[in-house]
């Protein structure tokens, strides 16, 4: 039977002009999430990774404390599959749709009227904006919709079992929309935006496990963080 554990990457620059890079902030998680795995002696057969900076930062952090403390970490393999879904580009173009919500508008409106709701606010018009978008109430147009993206983790997801072999140990990095769509598949969870929401549960540098043997994919683990605590610990 072969463990494999999903690791969603480390807190990036949200509201940045780049959100697709690691904060500080992220760059020490990573690191904690290094030396715990370090110090549980858990070594990898394999190592997998999406194609996002912030996923491959974060990969590059843990290997970094693997090769302070002489400790081997395989060469990780480029997975298109594994990249977090379009949502947050799409959210953007849907402005002016989302405008027409009069719980978005109001959001909006206490944005404009108390600059520090920023981020509470954003978060939840993009909440809004993931249960509408997940199930096809909203289209936007030149962007990858929720179920291309689900499609395209299957698909990345059945690559790595296919070159996963038995007994092994596999370490994945990725975001917490494919962890999320990773987990409904092993859980075959079929409401979408039962799938969207359990993105926002998901913390930085989290890691889900499952078990596979035999065409087995079963869930072991949620959404553990050991390694953080307090201040350390965010959602985005």
């Not at 594994?82 to 849907?94: I, M, P």
């Not at 749709?97 to 109001?106: A, C, F, S």
């Not at 206490?110 to 018009?125: S, V, Y």
């Not at 919709?145 to 007994?167: E, H, P, Y």
Request: aromatic letters at 10%; a neutral charge.
């Amino acid at each position: 039977m072969s463990k494999i554990y999903f690791f969603r990457h480390a807190q990036a620059s949200y509201l940045a002009d780049n959100y697709d890079k690691l904060s500080k902030k992220g760059e020490l998680q990573s690191a904690e999430l290094g030396k715990y795995l370090v110090e549980k002696k858990i070594q990898f057969d394999k190592i997998f990774v999406g194609p996002l900076e912030r996923q491959k930062h974060t990969c590059e952090i843990v290997s970094g404390v693997f090769a302070q403390n002489n400790m081997s970490f395989p060469e990780s393999v480029l997975v298109e599959g594994l990249k977090e879904h379009s949502g947050t580009e799409a959210v953007k173009l849907a402005y002016p749709q989302l405008m027409e919500n009069e719980r978005v508008k109001r959001l909006q409106q206490d944005i404009e009227a108390n600059p520090k709701l920023m981020r509470r606010n954003t978060l939840l018009i993009f909440q809004y904006f993931m249960d509408e978008w997940s199930v096809g109430n909203i289209q936007v147009e030149g962007i990858e919709s929720w179920r291309a993206f689900r499609l395209a983790v299957k698909k990345g997801l059945d690559n790595i079992l296919q070159n996963t072999g038995k007994g092994e140990t596999i370490g994945v990095f990725t975001s917490g929309g494919t962890i999320a769509s990773i987990t409904a598949e092993s859980l075959n969870i079929a409401d979408e935006t039962r799938v969207a929401a359990m993105n926002f549960s998901i913390r930085n540098t989290s890691f889900s496990s499952f078990l596979f043997s035999k065409n087995q994919f079963n869930l072991l683990s949620f959404n553990e963080l050991p390694h953080l605590q307090n201040d350390m610990i965010t959602f985005v």
